[in-house]
C-alpha cells in the first residue's frame, strides 16, 4: 500500500514538472492564436460552446450551418463578401484549433491537480496557489468570448483593447506557471525552502514587459504593424508628418495605430534596459543560466521585432515575435526569481 505524501513536503519535484507541462502547452496556445489573429481568424466560429464546441462540423450541412452563421457577420458583410467555402473551412481551422487547444489545457491543469489534491501530494501553501491559477484559466475562457463577441455585432473585428487583455491573462497564467513551479523545484532540493519574493526592481521590469506586451496587442489589433514597413524611420522622420490625431487625446496612445506602432518601437528599449540591469544584476550574484537566456531573449526578440516591419509584417516572422515575447517573460521570470530565492 502507498503511503499518501506528508502534506508538508508532498511531491513538489512531480508536480514542477507538470507545471512546466502545462506552461508549455499555454506557450503553444499564445503561438496559435497569434497566428489566428494574423490570418484573420478568430471571427469564424460565431458561438461559445463549451462543451459541445469541440466537435467540429461533420457534413456538408454542418459546414453549410457555419458558413451561413458567419455570413452574418460584420466581417463578412463588410470585408470578406463573397468568401468561398473553400476559403472559410481554412480561417475556420485556425480559431477551431486555438478553441480546442484551450480546453486541452484546462483538462491538462484540472485533471492532475485533482488527482495531487486526493493524493495529498500537494506541499502546504500551494494548493490555494494552484487553485487560483485554475479559477483564472477559467477566466479566460470568458475572456476569449468577450473578445470574440466585440466582432459579431456593428464591427468586422474584435476590439484591440480585449484582444490586450485576453493576451495578458494569458502571459499572466504562464508566468504563474513558470514561477510556482520554479518554487516547487527549490522545495524539491530543500524541503526548507520557502517560496521567493519578487523584488521591488523586479516587478517593475515585469510592468514594463506587460505595457510592451500590451502595445504589441494593440499592435496587432489595429493592424498597425503595416502602417511603416521601415525602421528606425517612420516616413524619413523619427515620428512620421502629417499624423491625424485624435481627440480627447488620450486617446492617441490607445487607439491611433501611427502613434501605437511608435510607442510600441520605442518602449522596447526601455524594457531592454531594464531587463539588462536586472540580469545584470543576477550575474553579480552568480546566477549564469537565467540571465544568459534573458540576453539572448532580448537579442533575438529586438532582431525579430525589426524583421517583423521591414517584412511588411510576414505572417512567420511575426508569429515567431510572439513566440519569442513569451520566452522573453520566461527569462525574465526565471532570473526575478533567482534573485528572489537568493534574496531569502
Not at 503553444?28 to 461559445?48: A, D, N, Q, Y
Not at 480546442?100 to 492532475?112: K, Q, Y
Not at 494569458?170 to 527549490?186: G, K
Not at 529586438?302 to 512567420?316: F, Q, Y
Request: glycine content about 8%; some cysteine.
Amino acid at each position: 500500500m502507498v503511503t499518501p505524501a506528508h502534506p508538508l513536503t508532498g511531491r513538489p519535484r512531480a508536480i514542477a514538472r507538470w507545471l512546466l507541462l502545462v506552461a508549455l502547452l499555454v506557450f503553444v496556445m499564445v503561438v496559435i492564436g497569434g497566428i489566428t489573429r494574423l490570418t484573420e481568424s478568430g471571427l469564424s466560429m460565431t458561438r461559445w460552446e463549451p462543451v459541445t464546441g469541440i466537435i467540429p462540423p461533420l457534413s456538408a450541412h454542418d459546414w453549410q450551418v457555419e458558413f451561413d452563421s458567419y455570413r452574418a457577420t460584420p466581417e463578412y458583410l463588410k470585408i470578406n463578401r463573397g468568401m468561398t467555402l473553400a476559403a472559410f473551412k481554412a480561417i475556420f481551422f485556425w480559431e477551431y484549433v486555438h478553441r480546442v487547444m484551450g480546453r486541452l489545457i484546462g483538462l491538462a491543469f484540472a485533471v492532475p491537480f485533482v488527482w495531487f489534491a486526493a493524493k495529498r501530494a500537494i506541499p502546504r501553501g500551494y494548493g490555494w496557489r494552484l487553485g487560483a491559477i485554475l479559477a483564472l484559466g477559467g477566466l479566460q475562457g470568458a475572456i476569449g468570448w468577450w473578445m470574440v463577441a466585440s466582432g459579431l455585432v456593428d464591427r468586422p473585428d474584435v476590439s484591440h483593447l480585449r484582444l490586450a487583455t485576453h493576451l495578458l491573462t494569458a502571459l499572466l497564467i504562464f508566468a504563474a506557471l513558470v514561477w510556482t513551479a520554479l518554487d516547487l523545484r527549490a522545495l524539491a532540493r530543500a524541503p526548507e525552502a520557502r517560496p521567493a519574493r519578487l523584488g521591488g526592481f523586479a516587478a517593475l521590469v515585469l510592468a514594463l514587459l506587460a505595457a510592451q506586451l500590451a502595445y504589441g496587442a494593440f499592435t496587432a489589433g489595429l493592424d498597425a504593424g503595416y502602417a511603416y514597413a521601415e525602421w528606425p524611420t517612420m516616413g524619413g522622420r523619427l515620428f512620421p508628418a502629417g499624423v491625424a490625431f485624435l481627440s480627447p487625446a488620450w486617446h492617441n496612445l490607445i487607439d491611433q495605430p501611427i502613434v501605437v506602432q511608435f510607442i510600441h518601437r520605442w518602449l522596447a528599449w526601455i524594457v531592454a534596459l531594464a531587463a539588462v540591469i536586472l540580469g545584470a544584476r543576477a550575474l553579480r550574484r552568480g546566477f549564469r543560466a537565467a540571465p544568459i537566456a534573458l540576453f539572448a531573449a532580448l537579442v533575438c526578440q529586438i532582431s525579430l521585432g525589426i524583421a517583423t516591419l521591414l517584412s511588411g509584417v510576414k505572417i512567420e516572422i511575426a508569429v515567431t515575435h510572439q513566440a519569442m515575447a513569451v520566452l522573453l517573460l520566461a527569462s525574465v521570470v526565471a532570473t526575478a526569481h533567482a534573485l528572489g530565492e537568493r534574496a531569502r
